[in-house]
Structure formats: C-alpha cells, structure tokens
T-cell receptor, first 116, second 113 residues
C-alpha cells in the first residue's frame, strides 16, 4: 500500500534562509509525487509534480523537489524563504490506477512559519 | 482559464439541519472530486466522478452525504442531517484526462453548531 510521511509537522525559518520540508513515501510502483501548498483560508495550489521524468523538479515560487528512489524521499526546498511562503504544505503520492482513477494519498501536512 | 468555482464560501448551520454545496469545475475537465478537510488534517476524498458517473465513493458517509453530477459538469454535495463532526472545509477539485495533478477550488467552510 502507498503511504506518505511528512517528517515535520511544523517548520520555522527566518526570512532569506533556506527552506527544507521533508517527505518520505512508500510505494510498490513507480509513483507520481506532488507538493501542494495551502495558504490560510485559501484553496490548495499545486507547487510541483514528479511523474517519472527528470528527478529534480522545479515548481512555482522558486520551490523545487528532488525524487530520490534509493531514499524513497521527495523533499521540498527553496534557497531563500519569503514571508509569503508561510503556509501549510502537503506531500502527496498518486496511487496508480487506470486513467483518472488514481487516488491521491496525502501526508498530514507541514506548517511553515517564516520569521522576519 | 477560469478556476474551479465553489459556493458558498462559508456556511454556519445547526446540527440536524441540511446543507448543500455547489462546484463548477474547469471547462473540459471530466473528473471531479469532493474532499473533506478537517482543521489540522490533510484532505480526505469523499467522492470522485468521471463525467456524470461515480468512480469512487468508498469514503462517503452515505447515510447522510449525497452528491450528484447530473450533466457531467457542475456538481452538488449535500449533507442531511448535519452533525457537529461535519464541521470542515469542503473542497472541490477537477482534473483533465491524462494530466497529473488536480486544480482545487477555494472551498466551502462549514461550521455545524
């Protein structure tokens, strides 16, 4: 069975310092992996996705993630945090299925705080 | 491209009352999803439609929740009667055939008192 573990429920960084949000997954298949961001009182927005192409995936707002099969990890990084990055971040793995019958398996989320 | 539209944005009802949420997906997106997100948790899939057919409703509490997508476009989710534990944000998402990743609406925040 597929599963996702976000290793930190809360991360706090200073503005201008690097961001690292950790995610490990368990999958018997070649997974598709996603990071979503949710700002307070806003909907979920897709940051980036890995679908078996390049292992280093670049997303919006300067975020990127690297798929490491040997470590079963898909950590999200950003070189320099901005105040607007404060939000909840979800790591998601796609359960393989036919066509659009894929289920998304969600991590519990990591709350990112950015201090001035 | 217009996003996924949901209404209302907020709803407060008393327990045992009924409530309905509406979702209009992105034009051309065949697959529509309803998620429930309880405060402090990740989203939980309630039901998935492919056009106007149900693909997965295994986690929908069918004794009180119902959903329909009659013409394969917009959809409604209903709760009747509501319980206190139904307080959550209800998110609608849609996706395009063959494309990974969903587009989410802003959600409806339901408070049951």
């Amino acid at each position: 069975a597929q599963s996702v573990t976000q290793l930190d429920s809360h991360v706090s960084v200073s503005e201008g310092t690097p961001v690292l949000l950790r995610c490990n997954y368990s999958s018997s298949y070649s997974p598709s992996l996603f990071w979503y961001v949710q700002h307070p009182n806003k909907g979920l927005q897709l940051l980036l996705k890995y679908t078996s192409a390049a292992t280093l995936v670049k997303g919006i707002n300067g975020f990127e993630a690297e798929f490491k099969k040997s470590e079963t990890s898909f950590h999200l990084t950003k070189p320099s945090a901005h105040m607007s990055d404060a939000a909840e971040y979800f790591c998601v793995v796609s359960d393989p299925g036919a066509g659009n019958n894929r289920k998304l398996i969600w991590g519990l989320g990591t709350s990112l705080a950015v201090n001035p | 491209e217009a996003g996924v539209a949901q209404s209302p944005r907020y709803k407060i009802i008393e327990k045992r009352q009924s409530v309905a949420f509406w979702c209009n997906p992105i034009s051309g997106h065949a697959t529509l999803y309803w998620y429930q997100q309880i405060l402090g948790q990740g989203p939980k899939l309630l039901i998935q439609f492919q056009n106007n057919g149900v693909v997965d409703d295994s986690q929908l509490p069918k004794d009180r929740f119902s959903a329909e997508r009659l013409k394969g476009v917009d959809s409604t989710l209903k709760i009747q009667p509501a319980k206190l534990e139904d307080s959550a944000v209800y998110l609608c998402a849609s996706s395009q055939e063959g494309v990974y990743g969903y587009t989410f609406g802003s959600g409806t925040r339901l408070t049951v008192v």
